[in-house]
């Protein structure tokens, strides 16, 4: 069964950092791009960032550019999303998503919390 699972998110000062995570279970992730996505209450899911298969190629939302830094390890089968600086419009629930199959499958999500 192909799952996608979340971590690493937290509360947090303004200015300071946490590691996303997403794991993949059920297929191997290096024949696919992953993108990170976030949703804040009361606001549509958007887009962070992401990655491609190789990870030779990687985007960037304009809000977080600079700041974060999505990489992959497709041996652990494994993306992650390096968060510095952040602030408090950064608190939202952060998702990974891949498309398998042309079908998107997501993950439960991680809850980040910048505080002020």
């Known amino acids: 069964q192909l799952q996608l699972v979340e971590s690493g998110g937290g509360l947090v000062q303004s200015g300071g950092s946490l590691r996303l995570s997403c794991v993949a279970s059920?297929?191997?992730?290096?024949?696919?791009?992953i993108g990170w996505f976030r949703q804040a209450p009361g606001k549509e899911r958007e887009g962070v960032s992401c990655i491609s298969s190789s990870g030779g190629s990687t985007y960037y939302a304009d809000s977080v550019k600079g700041r974060f830094t999505i990489s992959r390890d497709n041996a652990k089968n494994t993306v992650y999303l390096q968060m510095n600086s952040l602030k408090p419009e950064d608190t939202a629930r952060y998702y990974c998503k891949v498309t398998y199959a042309n079908r998107n499958y997501w993950g439960r999500g991680t809850q980040v919390i910048v505080s002020s």
């Open positions: 059920g297929f191997t992730l290096d024949h696919y791009a």
